[in-house]
């Protein structure tokens, strides 16, 4: 049994037919997925489409490349039956919002999480050195770091912090060694499964659509990686969604 605790099959413009995709998704195994917010309308879409499929949960929060948006509405949208928020934080690799506007932004979101004691779902990517002392200035932030691929300073203070980290087709196609170092070093009790479908596909699915039944792979790729079983890692992960997000 597997969680794909990070996708988007809920967005308009998802490329698969989505009764398909969920099909396939519970015939390999993937028991659980969480539909994540992008945006305010991407944040209530993702609402509606878990209120009308089986063993599907959303989160809602803006992402931080559509923050200059708006992100007023996810105060309202966190109080309906979502589990998380996100995905929200700082994006400095590219520059589609400014960088005030997704600070205050994350601000704004992870207050609105503690007010409803939603677990945040962070996207953080070359933005450390300004996220930090902002996660810092809150209390009892419960999360995870989604697609981590950064260093192993930043991968020690997310486990420090009690944070856990979200794993996907990265992991299984990177060329970069640190990376690949990193993941090994992942404690298996900090480890969260995700596809980011439609994007990531793991090997040997790249270059098409992603979907969620994919979290297998990513789930094979990390059991040979640690020389253990699938289904240790499916038991551990899927234990490890529940406590968070508490589905």
Known sequence: ??????????????????????????????SKLICV?????SSADAIAFAATHDYTYATVGVHPHDTKDGYEKIEELAKQNVIAVGEIGLDYFYNHSPRNVQIRALESQIQTALDNNLPVVFHVR??????????????TIRGVLHSFTDNQTNLDKAFERGLYVGVNGIS?????????????TIPLERMLLETDAPFLSPIPHRGVANEPARVVNVAEYH?????ITIDEIARVTTRNAASLFRI
């Not at 917010?37 to 309308?41: D, F, L, P, Q, Y």
């Open 126 to 139: 070359e933005a450390f050195d300004d996220f930090w002392p902002i996660f810092d200035n809150f209390h």
């Open 223 to 227: 059991a040979r990686l640690r020389e």
């Open 172 to 184: 299984t196609f990177t060329k970069d060694p640190e990376q690949k170092r990193l993941y090994v």
């Open 1 to 30: 049994m597997f969680v794909d605790t990070h996708c988007h099959i809920h967005e308009a413009d998802f490329p698969l037919p989505v009764d398909d995709v969920l099909e396939r998704a519970h015939e390999a195994g993937v």
């Open 37 to 41: 917010g992008t945006s305010e309308k």
